[in-house]
């Protein structure tokens, strides 16, 4: 007996050693896993040509990487940020088949975004993963940031993010693989690389050596580079157990580059057969990730044909019955799809407004904000200030940040990498990982490259995960002209910004109003644009008496700065102070102004605005970027639909020339809106 059990014990460890250590029932378990996904594809397939689905990116070809990857992450404790061929990593990680037909038929009780996106658009909350969105490799940046979070917190956990080859032509792709191996975050970029980019072919995308994305990305020291074959999930077990304890050891960054195979069209929008050689797809099929497991299994007697066919049959019937029951739940109510835009759970109705008047040392609006950022810092310990030149000594090219990385450390208060959208991805990262995010873009001119992460990811997260996620970032932006810094330092963006629903959008005119603005805004669970004018930073008409470190001012609440009787000026921003030298002017020659300062665009304080109307009859609408399509347009559109019969004239514009702003003086002054032009093109509206 004991010579047999020592025989058996060999063959069991010769056989565990091909296998390379894995029990019985982990193989036939990653292979389940690999078969539902492959069933719920061509379920939601089937249902496609019934009319009872709308579409579909199959992960046909990719599991063994997927499965492999969903085993190694801890559920519920690692983080993942998926793609949209990432069905097989959520099943693995624990996401239920229910869950994800759901999602792909956009009923109302699926957790990932309860109809609201395209199918295969992931998301958990409780699995931890951030809602997925459709434009490809944003999701990198945020997976830096959530990563960095993590370490900041000392939080040992891993962060998974994935995506094809084509994807890594994006230069955000690059921005995080820089910011990760720079900082030595735990990020497992997997590169799922089936050699076709829609139908675009691997060679006409990549540059490396054979067009291997590994080979592309050398340059990045501490980054740990594995090319795997994704069809062979042993193999692929392996590396991603090497990846993860790479990761998780604190040594950086980890690229896996999976070779894997596209077996179905690169969504049911598209046909394959159109552009790919026929050779190519039969040799994809070869390589069927789910044949390969399928045969070692049954070569190693682990499973027997009758077995595996039982397996198949099992998981069909399964499927069917799942998705007979999702087809049969229930669609979202028509009106729930303006919900979860904003924050709705009642915050920023508890904060406590005004409760003192502003009765400090008087101080300029720079300072002010600085001081807000102390004081708000001190009280909240989530608070995490950082982009370009942030850090003392430099404390921020106008010094609005200056004193912060010396009191509350590098940790908190960091400079980023010259990059827009790596601040603001990362910042959206942090974010949806419980942080509080407060990141500086020195110049409104440099804030394009982060328009992709701020229209797509930022503004959007609340409202595409159906309240589920959120990410709060107030970002922190100098505007406008007036300082002879033409072309490209003198740029109004709020009109751009303002089209985009799930922003908050805060334009101060003074110092007081820019510390409790500023205050309110790092308290709220909603993403803030804050424009601070970088011409008002130092001047003496913009200072005011500071308030006090409890001052909070209520987002969506105008001031009345003028009272007059003659004519209403809505404006904000440095028109609040050219309008009212220009009233003043007018005042000496008998006329009556009565100028609205809005302070936020985005709520807009529409009842402040109709109220002045009522009382003066005539209304100005002015600021400072261009006439066409300028927020002015916006107001004037609501004035014109909820007050005209309360007009004595034409609602007047005064704005910006559809023009760039120049640098030399005169140039620049003949563009924008100076008092001098106000004060004439005020009182033809008086003489109307």
Not at 433 to 457: H, S, T
Not at 568 to 576: I, K
Request: charge should be negative; include cysteine.
């Amino acid at each position: 007996m004991a010579r047999d059990n020592t025989v058996t014990k060999r063959k069991q460890s010769k056989a565990a050693n091909k296998l390379k250590g894995f029990s019985n029932e982990e193989l036939i378990n990653a292979l389940k896993t690999m078969i539902l996904s492959r069933t719920i594809d061509h379920k939601v397939l089937t249902l496609l040509k019934q009319g009872k689905a709308h579409f579909i990116i199959a992960g046909a070809g990719h599991e063994a990487t997927q499965v492999a990857f969903g085993e190694v992450l801890k559920p519920k404790h690692d983080w993942a940020y998926p793609y949209y061929r990432d069905q097989a990593v959520l099943l693995a990680l624990g996401v239920t088949p229910e869950n994800i037909m759901l999602e792909m038929l956009g009923k109302a009780d699926d957790p990932a975004n309860g109809g609201r996106q395209m199918p295969n658009h992931w998301g958990s909350k409780e699995f931890n993963i951030p809602s997925q969105s459709s434009p490809t490799g944003t999701q990198f940046l945020q997976a830096v940031g959530t990563a960095m979070a993590f370490r900041k917190e000392n939080d040992n956990r891993v962060v998974y993010v994935s995506a094809g080859e084509g994807t890594t032509s994006q230069g955000e792709f690059h921005e995080a693989a820089n910011w990760a191996a720079r900082e030595k975050l735990p990020v497992i970029f997997v590169i799922q690389n089936n050699k076709w980019a829609i139908s675009v072919p691997v060679e006409e995308q990549t540059a490396g050596k054979n067009h291997s994305v590994v080979e592309m990305m050398k340059g990045y020291e501490n980054l740990l580079r594995l090319n795997v074959d994704g069809t062979d999930y042993l193999n692929m077990k392996e590396v991603a157990r090497k990846a993860y304890d790479y990761a998780f050891s604190g040594k950086g960054p980890v690229l896996v580059e999976a070779h894997v195979v596209r077996l179905f069209s690169h969504s049911s929008s598209d046909d394959q057969k159109k552009y790919r050689p026929k050779e190519s797809l039969e040799e994809d099929l070869k390589k069927d990730p789910i044949d390969k497991l399928s045969k070692v299994l049954l070569k190693e007697k682990i499973l027997t044909e009758a077995q595996l066919e039982k397996i198949k049959s099992d998981i069909h019937d399964r499927v069917e019955k799942v998705a007979d029951w999702a087809l049969e739940q229930r669609e979202p109510e028509p009106e729930s799809a303006v919900r979860f835009v904003f924050d709705e759970s009642g915050l920023k109705d508890k904060l406590e407004y005004e409760k003192s008047e502003p009765s400090g040392k008087k101080t300029v609006m720079v300072d002010a904000i600085n001081h807000a950022l102390h004081e708000e810092m001190e009280r909240n310990e989530k608070i995490y200030v950082f982009g370009e030149d942030v850090a003392d000594g430099k404390g921020g090219v106008f010094t609005a940040t200056k004193g912060l990385s010396t009191k509350f450390g590098n940790v908190r208060v960091f400079n980023s990498p010259l990059a827009e959208a790596s601040i603001e991805g990362v910042a959206i990262g942090m974010a949806l990982a419980g942080l509080k995010p407060c990141v500086e873009i020195q110049f409104g001119d440099y804030i394009w490259p982060a328009f992709m992460q701020m229209r797509n990811e930022l503004a959007t997260y609340r409202y595409r995960s159906n309240n589920a996620w959120a990410a709060p970032v107030v970002t922190r932006v100098a505007v406008g002209g007036f300082i002879h810094g033409g072309l490209y330092h003198s740029q109004n963006i709020e009109g751009f910004f303002a089209h985009i629903p799930g922003i908050y959008i805060v334009y101060p005119s003074n110092a007081a109003d820019a510390k409790g603005l500023l205050k309110t805004a790092l308290r709220l669970n909603d993403p803030v644009l804050f424009l601070e004018h970088k011409g008002l930073y130092r001047q003496s008409y913009a200072a005011t008496p500071e308030p006090d470190a409890d001052y909070l001012l209520p987002f969506g609440k105008a001031k009345v700065v003028r009272e007059g009787e003659d004519l209403t000026v809505v404006t904000y921003g440095a028109m609040v102070h050219e309008t009212n030298f220009a009233a003043k002017e007018l005042e000496s020659e008998g006329y009556s102004i009565e100028i609205v300062d809005i302070r936020t665009l985005i709520p807009l304080d529409e009842e402040t605005i109709f109220k002045s109307i009522r009382k003066t009859g005539k209304v100005a609408v002015i600021h400072e970027d261009t006439l066409t399509s300028g927020f002015g347009a916006e107001i004037a559109a609501r004035i014109a639909q909820k007050s005209f019969e309360y007009l004595d004239g034409p609602v007047l514009r005064i704005c910006a020339r559809d023009a760039h702003i120049p640098f030399n003086e005169n140039l620049e002054k003949y563009v924008l809106p100076t008092r001098n032009r106000i004060y004439t093109e005020l009182k033809e509206l008086l003489a109307y």
